[in-house]
Structure formats: C-alpha cells, structure tokens
C-alpha cells in the first residue's frame, strides 16, 4: 500500500513539474515568434517609409517643374530642368 501510494505521488510530482516546463518551454516560443515578428514589421514599416519619401520627393520635383515652365513662359530642356532641381532640393 505505501509503495502505490508512493508511486503516485512520485508521478504526479513529475507530472506537475514537467507542466512547468512545458508552459515555460511554450512562453520562451511565443516571446521568440513575438519579437520576430516585431523585427518583420518594423523593417517592414522603415521600407514603407523610405518609398513613401521617394514618392514624395518626386511628387515635389513634378508640380516644381510644372511651376518652373510657367514661370518661365516656355518649355525648359530636362537639363536646364534637373540643373535647377539640384539647385533647390540639393544634389538628386
């Protein structure tokens, strides 16, 4: 009788500690996936803002140059066009 009782406690001893580690197991997966994640998206976020910027710079170049050609009353050759872009923006 007392070594079936010992039995049992010894399994559920074992089983109770080994839950542990497999939760503990378990949090260490979710926190490496979370921060994995979290790496994805902020490169994810810098690529958009960097082609968001690009998009923006050459939405600024389009109307400068439209503004330019009125301005000047006549059409302006690309290379007068860019020598004046990089005279306003700095170097392209």
């Known amino acids: 009788m ?3 009782q010992r039995q049992i406690v ?8 080994s839950d542990k580690w497999a939760e503990r197991e378990t949090a260490y997966e979710k926190s490496y996936v979370n921060q994995q994640d979290a790496k ?13 910027d690009v998009s ?4 600024l170049q389009a109307t400068a ?4 050609g009125r301005i ?4 302006v050759s690309a290379s007068t066009l860019k020598k004046l872009l990089e005279w306003k923006y ?3």
Not at 40 to 52: I, N, T, W, Y
């Open 2 to 4: 007392l070594r079936v």
């Open 10 to 17: 010894r399994r559920v001893g074992l089983r109770a500690f």
């Open 40 to 52: 994805a998206l902020r490169h994810l976020l810098a690529k958009m803002k960097a082609d968001a």
């Open 56 to 59: 923006a710079l050459d939405k």
């Open 65 to 68: 140059a439209m503004h330019i």
């Open 72 to 75: 000047l009353g006549h059409p």
């Open 90 to 92: 700095g170097s392209l």
